[in-house]
């Protein structure tokens, strides 16, 4: 696996859109990542995110198929560092009304934005986040 530090127009794939993926759900979010797999574009993963797709098979079989393909993605791993600004965006968010159901997204939104990447997800807390924040989200629209 290997781990990404910076890089310049990365992807980085929450697990709901994973979840769709692998359930053979059809929406815009899939529909991105099938195209970024085809055209073997800069796609990442936070390790939080491996364990959130994982735990939800239930047969072996799908596992190994989902475990396969994470594995092979480049990591961003986030610092001590990171967490704390990620408690500080929990905190900063809260402060300004804003509802983020979980820790665990700030994590992956502020690991994304230390190294400029891209987040596929059609997650309402990421919307929120994203208006508040440098969170890039996906869109299909461009900005």
Known sequence: MAVLSHAA????VESRT?????NGTSN???DRLDTALEE???LTVVPVTITEVLQGFRTDRGFQRARRLLVALPVIQPSVDCHVRAARMFRSLRQKGVTVRG???CIIA???VDVDAE???PDADFRRIAQHTPLRLWSMVPE
């Open 40 to 42: 073997e574009e800069d």
């Open 103 to 105: 820790a665990v997204d």
């Open 9 to 12: 127009r990365m992807i980085s």
């Open 110 to 112: 502020q690991t994304c």
């Open 28 to 30: 815009p979010h899939v």
């Open 18 to 22: 994973w979840a769709d993926f692998f």
């Open 119 to 121: 987040l596929l997800s």
